[in-house]
């Protein structure tokens, strides 16, 4: 997709969480993946956090970073299959003001070129709380790698063309 190399780049802060009741910070490799490619597109780390899988914790998790002004963003690894400890979408339900229904669908059609028709196991979602994006991603580096480099790369630069997510965030609060 075209960048508007005229227009400046604007890092967004993001926060990272893993949903994981196996992962630490030594095997976190989803949570590593992501957080290497959104540094690497000079976006800014505003936090990182691994929670287990209870729907409790990620909502207290996320709440704390969308009442945080040094974060405009969460993206989030893990928890978002079918089984009964996946339970990272409802978390987020929970929470946002707005469901972005195009990301899960995005995802999935992306994630179909990869792996088939695997992907309908995965609830990637997305959503804004309180003028903060939140993106809820599977937990393999794959998915990871599938989200970052198909929708979140551009949609988190502000010179992506014809439009992007940085530029909505003024107008995120507006009543």
């Not at 937990?139 to 063309?161: C, E, N, P, Y």
């Amino acid at each position: 997709m075209p960048l508007d190399k005229s227009r400046m780049f604007l890092p967004v802060r993001i926060a990272a969480l893993t949903v994981s009741d196996t992962r630490g910070p030594a095997d976190d490799r989803s949570g590593d993946t992501l957080v290497a490619r959104l540094e690497a597109a000079g976006h800014i780390l505003a936090d990182r956090a691994i929670v287990r899988d209870d729907v409790a914790l990620i909502v207290a998790r996320l709440r704390a970073w969308i009442d945080d002004p040094a974060v405009d963003c969460v993206i989030t690894t893990g928890g978002t299959g079918v089984t009964g400890r996946d339970v990272t979408p409802e978390a987020l339900a929970a929470v946002w003001d707005k469901e972005i229904p195009g990301f899960g669908e995005l995802f999935r059609w992306l994630s179909y070129q990869t792996i088939g028709t695997s992907t309908v196991q995965s609830r990637a979602t997305a959503g804004v709380a309180r003028g903060t994006y939140i993106f809820a991603l599977p937990g393999s580096t794959g998915a990871v790698k599938d989200a970052w480099d198909g929708i979140l790369a551009s949609q988190l630069d502000s010179r992506h063309r014809p439009c992007n997510f940085v530029e909505l965030m003024p107008r995120l609060m507006e009543r």
